[in-house]
T-cell receptor
Framework: EAGVTQFPSHSVIEKGQTVTLRCDPI?????LYWYRRVMGKEIKFLLH????????ESGMPNNRFLAERTGGTYSTLKVQPAELEDSGVYFC?????????????FGSGTRLTVV | GDSVTQMEGPVTLSEEACLTI???????????LFWYVQYPGEGLQLLLK?????DKGSNKGFEATYRKETTSFHLEKGSVQVSDSAVYFC??????????????FGQGTILTVHP
């Protein structure tokens, strides 16, 4: 079974530019999560999709971030315009179950650097 | 809200030394507890988990016991190897209330093991 795939693995952009991150979850996993780790701090929740619906987006930092999951398959996270403080590693995770009591399967992450 | 506190790193050990990484948590209800590991250049991997008080999770020689009375989930290994060098994250999943399905992470502990 293929794992959770994220790309790009690295992205370096200038402040003010737009970047789109993509996550392909494990096939059949209805639940998809985005997390972010900024500058060696804790990993923080951004949002949760159940199929194509946003279940919880309480962790999204501001309206420069837009997440979509059209058709309930892959998801994109767009940052527009990017700011310096957006630099960090963005992780995607998926799970067949909402409670995730078995833990989630994470992707390798996208390291975003805004200069 | 829920929170996880890990011991500050980095931790540097010689091969075959004993390892303990402390983790304490604050949460309502009965969360599940996890340790995730991120090896260099890779994504987050579930290392072990415990879903109720007094449960012991174990994997790859690592162990952690869910202690509700001390709200702790310390990670231990009796003899570390160079290949254990990684970043370790303690996390909790609270299936109830507003945290439903969201992982709350600690700040991560960098472990370096020297030959």
């Amino acid at each position: 079974e293929a794992g959770v795939t994220q790309f790009p693995s690295h992205s370096v952009i200038e402040k003010g530019q737009t970047v789109t991150l993509r996550c392909d979850p494990i096939s059949g996993h209805d639940n998809l999560y985005w997390y972010r780790r900024v500058m060696g701090k804790e990993i923080k929740f951004l949002l949760h999709f159940v199929k194509e619906s946003k279940q919880d987006e309480s962790g999204m930092p501001n309206n420069r971030f837009l997440a979509e999951r059209t058709g309930g398959t892959y998801s994109t996270l767009k940052v527009q315009p990017a700011e310096l403080e957006d630099s960090g590693v963005y992780f995607c995770a998926s799970s067949p179950f909402r409670t995730g009591s078995d833990g989630y399967t994470f992707g390798s992450g996208t390291r975003l650097t805004v200069v | 809200g829920d929170s996880v506190t890990q011991m500050e790193g980095p931790v540097t050990l010689s091969e075959e030394a004993c390892l303990t990484i402390n983790c304490t948590y604050t949460a309502t209800g009965y969360p599940s507890l996890f340790w995730y590991v991120q090896y260099p250049g890779e994504g987050l991997q579930l290392l072990l988990k415990a879903t109720k008080a007094d449960d012991k999770g174990s994997n790859k020689g690592f162990e952690a016991t869910y202690r509700k009375e001390t709200t702790s989930f310390h990670l231990e290994k009796g003899s570390v190897q160079v290949s254990d060098s990684a970043v370790y994250f303690c996390a909790l999943l609270n299936a109830g209330g507003t945290s439903y399905g969201k992982l709350t992470f600690g700040q991560g502990t960098i472990l370096t093991v020297h030959p």
